[in-house]
Nanobody, 120 residues
Framework: QLQLVESGGGLVQPGGSLRLSCAAS????????IGWFRQAPGKEREGVSC???????NYADSVKGRFTISRNNAKNTVYLQMNSLKPEDTAVYYC??????????????WGQGTQVTVSS
């Protein structure tokens, strides 16, 4: 069964940090572009960050300098390190994998999401 599983979400105070993980089973993440997305209540889903199979990365302007995406191919996992968190970062975070190996649609596999809440 091919699936992605996110973990690492939770409740954190403003200014705090979290590291999200996106683990794959049934396929190898090495050959995929992996994107992180988020959706806050009442808002559309937005792209947060992405890493290509070749290791190129990009970030939404709202998270540049605060978030870092990385991949550990040996663990078949992609991470999103989130620092200096703000209340506006509160959302459900999803990871997705693209067979194109790039950071663009279509994304073929999606995880179930992990909740991140930034609040004092």
């Amino acid at each position: 069964q091919l699936q992605l599983v996110e973990s690492g979400g939770g409740l954190v105070q403003p200014g705090g940090s979290l590291r999200l993980s996106c683990a794959a089973s049934g396929f190898t993440l090495d050959y995929y572009g992996i994107g992180w997305f988020r959706q806050a209540p009442g808002k559309e889903r937005e792209g947060v960050s992405c890493i290509t199979a070749g290791g190129s990365t990009n970030y939404a302007d709202s998270v540049k300098g605060r978030f870092t995406i990385s991949r550990n191919n040996a663990k078949n996992t992609v991470y999103l390190q989130m620092n200096s968190l703000k209340p506006e970062d509160t959302a459900v975070y999803y990871c997705a994998a693209a067979q194109t190996r790039l950071c663009r649609n279509p994304y073929d596999y999606w995880g179930q999401g992990t909740q991140v809440t930034v609040s004092s």
